[in-house]
Each structure stands twice: as structure tokens, then as C-alpha cells.
């Protein structure tokens, strides 16, 4: 099947640009939270087991509003557009199922987790039991949930990536193969008239 020296080279090609998929990924997990027409991710350490999140503390290392229905700006930590204020180093507890607690490193209220717009009009607080998107400077709250949608989101495993990335590639070649073999067929049956 690959008896060329081009599809040799190009199957070697990908087999190491795909070989690091194969090794373990990068320790971090990638949580959707919603509430009241909000919605965004966390990006936190750790990582799933089986598809879910064990139970422990997890520290998050970016955080980002994807959907407002009350216009909070969107945009993530990461990019510039959110922050947590004078008090980094947020975490949360998950006892496998959902959020048992929320606290900051960086000051006495460690009961909860803040995160503020770039602008400073918009703050976005985790309470358990108490989730709400309020105006930065006077607290003034916008939309509030007594419940929090939060799970981490669905990501394929690198060595499932790499097996579909190269039953790709074995059809795509079988495809090129299959393409061209009327073409040499003809030109051997044209041959053989002369």
C-alpha cells in the first residue's frame, strides 16, 4: 500500500507531527459554568478521570464569559478582559458532582470567588448557593441564581485523537490509490494495442 518513497515521507511526516499527542497532555481541565442566561468556562489544574472530575480542590488558572444575557463583556482572564481583583489565587471544591465551596488566596474573605470586568463595571461572584453578575462600583446586582450549571467540558483523549487523525490518513491514501488505478490500468491497456 505505501510502496512510494512521497507516501513513506508523508506518512512520516505525520506520525511526528501526531507523536506528541500520544504522550500525556498537560495537566489542566476545562470547565462550562452557566447561570441565568451567563455562561463561560474555567480553566483549572488537574485532571479527568474517566471523562469527569474527581473530587478535590481545584485552582483556576483562567476564567472567561462566552454568553451574557444582562451584556457583562465578554472575554476571559487570559485575554485581558477579566481579572480577580486584589485578591488572586481562586480555587473551588467539587465533591464529583458540584461546587462545595469557593475561596481566594490572596486576602481574609475566603468564602467566595470574585472575578471583575477589565473596565471594572461588571463583577461576577461564586458563592455555593449564591451566583450572581452585579455592577463593579456599587454592587448593584443584575442577575443572581441560587444554582450554578458547572461540569468539565468533553475533551478526547490525545491517543484518540491520534488513532482518528491516522485512520484519516490510511483513507485518504487508500482513496488516492483507488483514484489512480483506472488511470494506470488504461494507460497499460492502451499499451498493450500499440
Known sequence: MLNTPHHLATLAAA???LGPMSGTANAAITWNWSFNGEAGTFVTDGDLSGGSAPAGVYHITDFSVT?????????????GGWNEGSQPGTEFTWDGA?????????????NGANYFS??????????????????????TTYSS??????APAAVPEPSS?????LCGLALGFRRKKSSTAPL???????????
Open 161 to 165: 485523537l491520534m488513532l482518528l487523525s
Open 67 to 79: 454568553q451574557s444575557a444582562v451584556s457583562a463583556p465578554l472575554g476571559s482572564m487570559s485575554g
Open 184 to 194: 494506470a490500468a488504461a494507460a497499460g491497456h492502451s499499451l498493450l494495442r500499440i
Open 145 to 150: 441564581s441560587s444554582t450554578l450549571n458547572l
Open 98 to 110: 458540584t461546587d462545595t465551596q469557593w475561596f481566594r488566596n490572596g486576602g481574609s474573605l475566603t
Open 15 to 17: 506520525l511526528i507531527t
Open 118 to 139: 477589565a473596565d471594572a463595571t461588571t463583577r461576577i461572584a461564586y458563592f455555593p448557593g449564591s451566583y450572581k453578575v452585579a455592577d463593579g462600583p456599587d454592587d
